[in-house]
């Protein structure tokens, strides 16, 4: 085997290596940006409620469904009741901008730049990403001695959000829809108590019409949660998902059906009229606000690219083995 054969095979391990690395260094920033997103209060509160069901179908225990079913409901209700008529102070700008600067503290952990440097992404947004920055590193030295930025690429200019958040839904009619969810629920829960466990789901394999894509799946990595589907029920609805009004005026009318306890012979009717009830309530609580994440989204990618491209500078620069060696650095900051 020629000596050039095998430089060319260490050289493309290498490569592969420092870019397989740091695709899952951002996958694991991706997660943490994201938490922070979810959990910063000056962002529509939203519900998880795929992540939820999933959840619940997992369980084993009649009361542990209902108790969980119960807490999402009330969690709809705190947000109806916190919702822009109670003068909630909603500014999605701010959180996206000092977002925005955490994921560019993250980058410039990597970077052979002073930890200086990422003060400049924060303009304006608190020591988002200063904190990160340095908080990293540190971690990053107790992890391995002597850990180090390697790479050679500039600060981005700050993240300048303009307006991408509107109100677009009404927490008044959704109110009205929770209330009817909520007397569905009580029929549901005589139901599953006295059925067991398996009356909890419908047991269709089709799914709700029209799910709305919410604003906290924003990164590539994110779409995974598109793997829950979304609710399964028996309510055929308009072509296009019924509206909001058309969803209180369904529920009305099925809860205008009275359970028969054990005298009851149609027991599915009441279980998909609940999780028909329940989806379209989700989809509303979560659908209040427009909140547009294309922005956000292009420039973190754009951060990623620079990475990217200063990462190809390194490897031509200092070659196979110190490439491999700072792969593995890289490796030690997620875990």
């Known amino acids: 085997m020629s000596e050039n054969f095998v430089e060319s095979l260490q050289s493309q391990a290498a490569r592969a290596t420092l870019g397989s690395a740091l695709g899952r260094y951002f996958e694991w920033v991706e997660e943490q940006v994201s938490a922070a997103l979810f959990a910063d209060k000056r962002m529509p509160r939203t519900i998880d409620y795929l992540q939820h069901y999933a959840a619940l179908r997992q369980m084993d225990s009649t009361d542990d469904v209902l108790a969980g079913l119960n807490k999402t409901l009330s969690l709809a209700g705190d947000i109806l009741r916190g919702g822009p008529a109670e003068g ?94 909520r007397t569905s629920f009580d029929t549901f829960s005589r139901v599953v108590r006295d059925n067991g466990l398996l009356a909890a789901f419908s047991t269709d394999t089709t799914s709700g019409a029209c799910r709305p894509e919410y604003w906290w799946i924003f990164f590539s990595s994110r779409t995974k949660e598109d793997d829950f589907g979304e609710i399964p029920y028996r309510v055929e609805e308009c072509p296009d998902g019924d509206t909001l009004q058309q969803s209180i005026e369904r529920m009305k009318g099925f809860n205008k059906q009275k359970y028969l306890d054990f005298f009851d012979d149609d027991i599915t009717q009441h279980i998909d009229a609940f999780w028909y009830g329940f989806a379209k309530l989700m989809q509303n609580v979560n659908g209040l606000y427009h909140l547009d994440m294309s922005g956000f989204n292009e420039y973190c990618e754009g951060v990623v690219e620079a990475v990217t491209r200063s990462a190809l500078d390194f490897y031509n620069a200092f070659g196979s083995k110190v490439t491999m060696e700072f792969a593995a650095d890289i490796e030690t900051l997620t875990k």
Do not use: W
């Open 88 to 181: 909630a102070k909603i500014d999605a700008d701010a959180a996206l901008k000092d977002a925005a600067a955490s994921y560019v503290g993250y980058a410039m952990v990597l970077s052979a730049g002073e930890t200086g440097i990422v003060e400049e992404a924060g303009e304006s947004s608190g020591d988002a990403s200063e904190t990160v920055g340095s908080d990293l590193r540190s971690r990053a030295f107790k992890k391995k001695e002597g850990f180090a930025g390697r790479l050679h690429f500039d600060s981005p200019q700050p993240f300048r959000p303009d307006s991408t958040c509107r109100l677009v839904g009404s927490a008044k009619e959704t109110a009205l829809l929770l209330n009817e969810v």
